[in-house]
């Protein structure tokens, strides 16, 4: 299909993120990919013709009536900053309720001033994952465009929001791929009782992501992974959350965990967006952290040195590491299954992204995500395991005096605690088979921060005595 000509009178429309394209397509079209040259689309509004509120604070005005859906939703309630869909055409289940909460505990771990170091709690999310901010954008495009199915590829909380969104509103059916093996229970549960149909192949994310995209544009699915422009709007308004709850200060760093990229392509799109439209004078550091046993985006940003050179980043860099992870047969690896991705689709996106918020990037292992988890839990935030490797990241980059102690730095947990409790129990059970069987072959040889039961006689004096000794 050939690129259509916008006009005044297209508040919102898609364009392709090449500025040397520049390609644009109607808002009301189902498109992954610019016909053009192939790259990945932004949506795009006139903000010239749009009621742009003149204060962040303007917000604040939805918080007495929360009575209604829109108002109530924590991402509806910036409609004005993502309006590319009728607010009758709206489809949410309450999204976005989440917290942003300081912690000294965890200021104490990564090395941080006390009073500076918070936590986005995305967990909160009806599905348990930061994902539903995404899925409530998508959703509702997909509805506007009368979708009778939509269809995800999944590590397990892609697939659990689009299973919801379809229970709840019974507007579609949902399709999930997973890969064999590669999805913690927690999260196919939620799939499965929401009676999304479930489709298992043999392989990884990756290969399930290259399937579900042929299928959809075969049959005519609606697509809902972040490759979809519309997600990363939903996504975009965590950090109007962040903002709005620091009293629409900046913070000095977003520190967000790295899978398929999606998060950090859209907070960079929000601050952009916000610092263009006058709304914030400057915008934070971004820094993403892979998993070592998923580092795509580490090795080729920090050890290849690729960069999105204002859209025209050197793609042999990216071929030749592609090649070789072929050539070598290498799969994703990590205990942090939710950003267990070799190949993420919103590369170029986040490349886009690091540029805008003068980024950084890090890589962090299995034993320090869990070990930053454990100080999570502790200081009461349970978080699944990819989303403590934004802490694991913050300790890192502190330690390397990249992160000043006295700056305010918000971390990302993008899951709730009960997505992966596999991973929680091994790491703080007293059996060390049951601790090699789970973590030991992921190169994890502690738990520094262990929690484990106190194992006792059916005894009452037996029972006392453990509690005054563990007391």
Known sequence: MAASVVTEKDLA????????????????EVRTSCDACGALLDVVYQWDALPVPKSLS??????????????????????????????????TVGEGQTPLSPSDGVADYVGMSRGQLFLQYEGMNPSGSFKDNGMTAA??????????????????????????YCCVSKLMQAVIFIGSGKISYGKLSQALDYGALTIQIAGDFDDAMQRVREVSSRLGIYLVNSVNPFRLEGQKTIMFRVLESLGWEVPDWIVVPGGNLGNSSSFAKAFHELKALGLIDRVPRLAVINAKGADTLYE??????????????????????????????????????????????????????????????????????????????????????????????ARMLRSEGVINPNERVVCILTGHQLKDPTATVAYHTSDQKEFDRVLGSRGVSRAA????????????????RAIQLNS
């Not at 429309?13 to 009301?28: E, K, L, N």
């Not at 509805?143 to 299973?163: E, Y």
């Not at 988890?373 to 989303?387: I, N």
């Open 13 to 28: 429309y898609q364009q392709c993120i090449v500025p040397s394209c520049g390609a644009t397509y109607d808002v009301g």
């Open 449 to 464: 921060f262990a929690n484990r039961a106190v194992q006792v006689d059916n005894d009452l004096d037996a029972i006392v």
């Open 139 to 164: 959703f509702t495009h997909a509805h506007t465009i009368g979708a009778k199915r939509a269809a995800c590829a999944s590590t397990g909380n892609t697939s659990a929001s689009l299973a919801l």
């Open 58 to 91: 303007d917000f604040e005005t939805k918080w007495s009536r929360r009575n209604e859906p829109l108002c109530r939703s924590g991402v509806w309630r910036f409609h004005e900053l993502l309006p590319f869909a009728p607010p009758e055409k709206v489809v």
């Open 300 to 393: 080729l940003y920090e050890s290849r040195g690729l960069r999105w050179r204002g859209g025209m980043p050197n793609i042999e860099v990216l071929d030749n590491y592609y090649a070789e992870l072929d050539s070598a047969h290498v799969r994703a690896d990590t205990i942090a299954s939710a950003i267990e991705i070799n190949r993420p689709v919103n590369l170029f996106k986040c490349l886009r992204g690091l540029e805008c918020m003068d980024g950084v990037v890090r890589e962090v292992t299995d034993q320090e995500i869990l070990d930053a988890k454990a100080q999570v839990g502790a200081s009461g935030f349970g978080c699944e395991p990819a989303s403590a490797a934004s802490v694991a990241g």
